[in-house]
């Protein structure tokens, strides 16, 4: 498997030397001090998957996927949202077993890797972790499913270190509609306004990435705290219903939030997009062969569905996306919504990568990108990680005023 | 009555005696133990005070007429560390243990925060020293039962970082991985799955609490563990023959291993003569406790106030012999005299039993370092009793579990 990627690499320095005659991966002096200098945080990954075997370990670098403390350092990656994930159609008390076990699972890899990491629940926890020279990791749960519709749940994921919660993953849960599903509950249920409530004053950020337009409204409507949109791009730019449009963008940011770009191929680019629409034989093919080759097996799924995607591509079966996309949806997220409201949410180790972003060891790309666009280094520090943490402070402020009122 | 006579005897017997042979006052030793009482750091390893937290009849920063404990009683008796128990019953199993264990650790915790002036979380030992330092009770955790991992080691580790500081291996029934000394044995003490759980419970720093469990399992356990292991709250047999409790040779094996033995108060597990009665009477203890779980349909707060109820009604009755606080004292100079000052502390079982007479609730306290200081020990080793040696076992489990995860 390290063979397929270093083939394509060299593939991609071929292309692009001819292209524009740099090395695709040249980054200028500028660039590289203030990367390495920023506070770049990422607040969905992954990676989680790969530590539920037990064998995985974190610190030694890896040919595949996209995460480990090596790649990290590299890419200058400072602060990590681990993702907690289990497909929503497991619910009840087996989703919130196996999401603690997930959670469990991070704390040992930090507890594991005491010199690179430190758990972090705070904006400033962040800091000071950066300050340390060390990798902050965090956790967000991805879909309102694993807290069982109970609140004490809700409030356990909390005292584990849990700072976001997106509201659905790609189905409805019991009382919120996702983007991908077919709408039951007309956004939120009174149940699930009182979710959005609870993780105000919890200080767990409200995460509407996955969720249907509606639910999105009702939360914007419900929250106290500036929301997030963890992982999501832009709909004008890539009509997946994944994706924020323009007006969800501008309302997301009057109210303070931030939208974190996702790098998937199929929320990047239309063409890619149009090309799996156009063939969904295509898209069978790969779920069927990544059924035969890892069963029930979730890390093992993230990953050869991404290896498989990209052997499609190589064919010439589906568009080859271009990382530069990414920096496409940045900006345009920045020119709709403001600068102060646009982040990185790449879904690493989760979703197929677009060629030049295999890795985290390729973020310094992004920086050096927009500082060629022409935007100011404050701007760019906002975009890798100091809009979020902003977010995260003001959630916090927020939770600290609400916990001092009375409870129901 | 006879109560009273035996107090009156025993303080005037120690009266003399000190009194010929040192020529200090009952009233200079009464204000010596008081001085040292509320300077030491008093710890009681198990208290099933968290049940309460559930009833809105209890508030924890208010005197309540009943139970054991409330912060007024503890500021009282000196009590400035404690191990709030998280329990549910035995026959509780899987993935509804887990959720239930998490809501109790998570009371505790928001108990901590609603009285954050007088109580502090303490994971560590130097967190209660230092809790103790501020004027302020360190509130700790402990799982009493190991049914409420779910069988899933990892649920360990999400109550370890939730700051569980022990969990004893079994309660009343047998786990899937270890065998109680209330139940009919099914493992033969710790199964495979059991001793890595204890070896994870190493690695995390979680105390290896012994109490509960059949012998066959504490042997086991003592082996397998690389840290010292507790009985939370176990006395001893020689004293009381109830299979809760520890054999003179358990002890001094725990001991060998530089753990500790933490008194348990409950009048069945410290008197022979009252043991026997509730035998008789009520077919022991454990099986009133699970005739009362089983009418109670698993509410906690009715399981404790009926319990409190059958004990009234046969104390009225007459059917059940006085016991005196006094029998603590005679447990703890067993251990001292077997094994030595350094191997035994204090763990009430405080709303969780039924108390002798004299030490109704944690206010109480300070008659045991009295007592023990009538009985001519030496301050150190009185501080040792009543939290030093804890702290010590502690320390030296967060020493196992740093080596243990720097491997």
């Known amino acids: 498997m390290s063979r397929i990627l270093r083939t394509t690499a060299l593939g991609v320095s071929a292309c692009c030397f001819l292209a524009v005659a740099v090395k695709p991966d040249a980054i200028s002096a500028r660039a590289k001090k203030l990367h390495f200098s920023s506070i770049v945080v990422d607040t969905h990954d992954d990676t989680t998957q790969r530590f539920l075997d037990g064998k995985f370990d974190l610190g030694a670098r890896h040919t595949d996927g996209s995460i480990d403390i090596p790649r990290m350092r590299e890419g200058g990656l400072h602060a990590i949202f681990f993702s907690i994930w289990i497909p929503s159609k497991i619910t009840g ?130 929250s106290n705290a500036p929301m997030m949109a963890s992982h999501s791009s832009c709909r004008v730019l890539c009509d997946a219903p994944r994706n924020l449009t323009d007006q969800m963008m501008k309302d997301l940011a009057a109210k303070g939030g931030v939208i974190q770009i996702n790098y998937h191929v199929g929320f990047l680019s239309q063409e890619f997009r149009n090309a799996e629409k156009a063939n969904p034989e295509i898209n069978k093919a790969i779920g069927q062969e990544v059924q035969k080759r890892c069963g029930g097996d979730e890390a093992c799924q993230l990953l050869e569905g991404d290896r498989l995607t990209r052997e499609y591509v190589e064919r010439g079966e589906l568009p080859r996306v271009d990382w530069k996309k990414i920096v496409e949806h940045v900006d345009h997220a920045v020119k709709v919504a403001g600068i102060n409201h646009v982040g990185l949410g790449s879904d690493f180790d989760g979703a197929n990568m677009p060629y030049g972003m295999e890795d985290a060891s390729k973020l310094p790309k992004i920086t050096d990108a927009l500082l060629t666009k022409g935007y100011s280094e404050d701007d760019v520090k906002k975009i890798l990680g100091e809009n979020t943490l902003r977010v995260m402070a003001e959630v916090e402020r927020v939770s600290r005023e609400r916990s001092k009122q009375p409870q129901k | 009555m006879r109560r009273i006579l035996v107090t009156l005897c025993v303080s005037a017997c120690l009266t003399a005696g000190f009194f010929l042979s040192r020529t200090v006052s009952a009233d200079e030793i009464a204000a010596r133990a008081k001085k040292l009482h509320f300077s030491s750091i008093v710890l009681d390893t198990h208290d099933d005070t968290t049940q309460r937290f559930f009833s809105k009849d209890f508030d924890l920063g208010k005197r309540n007429p009943d139970g054991h404990v409330d912060i007024p009683r503890m500021r009282e008796g000196g009590m400035n560390a404690i191990f709030f128990s998280i329990w549910i019953d035995g026959r509780i199993m899987g993935p509804p243990a887990v959720e ?55 649920m360990l580790r999400v109550f370890g970082d939730l700051g569980a500081r022990y969990m004893t291996l079994t309660h009343f029934y047998n786990d899937e991985w270890a065998d109680s000394s209330t139940d009919k044995p099914a493992h033969n003490g710790l199964t495979d799955f059991g001793k890595d759980v204890v070896r994870e419970m190493n690695r995390q720093g979680i105390m290896v609490d012994i109490s509960h469990v059949s012998d066959k399992t504490f042997f086991d356990a003592l082996e397998v563990s690389k840290a010292p292991l507790i009985a939370s709250h176990s006395s001893c047999r020689a004293l009381c023959n109830h299979p809760r409790d520890m054999s003179d040779d358990m002890i001094k094996a725990l001991a060998a291993k530089g753990g500790v033995i933490q008194i348990n108060y409950e009048r069945s597990f410290i008197d022979q003569a009252y043991k026997e009665a509730y035998d008789r009477v009520a077919g022991g203890v454990v099986a009133a406790t699970e005739k009362i779980t089983q009418e109670c349909s698993g509410d906690e707060d009715c399981v404790s106030r009926k319990l409190k109820d059958l004990e009234t009604q046969m104390d009225a009755s007459g059917a059940l012999p006085r016991v005196s606080w006094e029998t603590i004292i005679e447990h703890i100079d067993h251990v001292v005299k077997l094994v030595g000052p350094d191997y035994v502390g204090l763990g009430s079982d405080f709303d969780g039993a039924t108390m002798p007479d004299g030490m109704e609730d944690c206010s109480k306290l300070p008659k045991i370092t009295e007592a023990l200081m009538r009985k001519g020990y030496k301050d150190e080793d009185i501080r040792k009793i009543l939290g030093g040696n804890l702290l010590r076992v502690m320390e030296q489990n967060e020493k196992v579990s740093r080596e243990l995860q720097a491997q």
């Open chain 1, 93 to 222: 008390q087996e989703a919130v077993n196996r999401a603690l076990a997930q959670i469990a699972a991070v704390r040992e890899q930090v507890r594991a890797h005491p010199q690179d990491l430190v758990l972090a629940t705070t904006a400033a926890e962040v800091r000071a972790a950066h300050k340390q020279g060390r990798i902050a990791a965090l956790m967000g749960v991805e879909g309102g499913h694993m807290i069982n519709s109970d609140l004490d749940v809700l409030r356990h994921f909390a005292s584990l270190g849990v700072r976001y919660m997106t509201l659905t993953h790609s189905g409805n849960d019991e009382w919120a509609d996702s983007s991908t599903d077919t709408p039951a509950h007309h956004g939120l249920t009174d149940f699930g306004k009182q979710v959005v409530r609870e993780m105000n004053r919890l200080g767990i950020i409200v995460d509407i990435s996955h969720v249907s337009d509606k639910t999105f409204n009702d939360a914007l409507e419900v």
């Open chain 2, 100 to 154: 239930k264990a998490l809501d109790q650790i998570d009371a505790v915790h928001q108990n901590v925060l609603k009285y954050s002036k007088d109580l502090v979380f303490c994971r560590t030992a130097e967190a209660v020293r230092r809790a103790h330092a501020q004027g302020k009770i360190a509130a700790l955790i402990g799982v009493e039962g190991g049914h409420m991992i779910g069988n899933d080691i990892r």
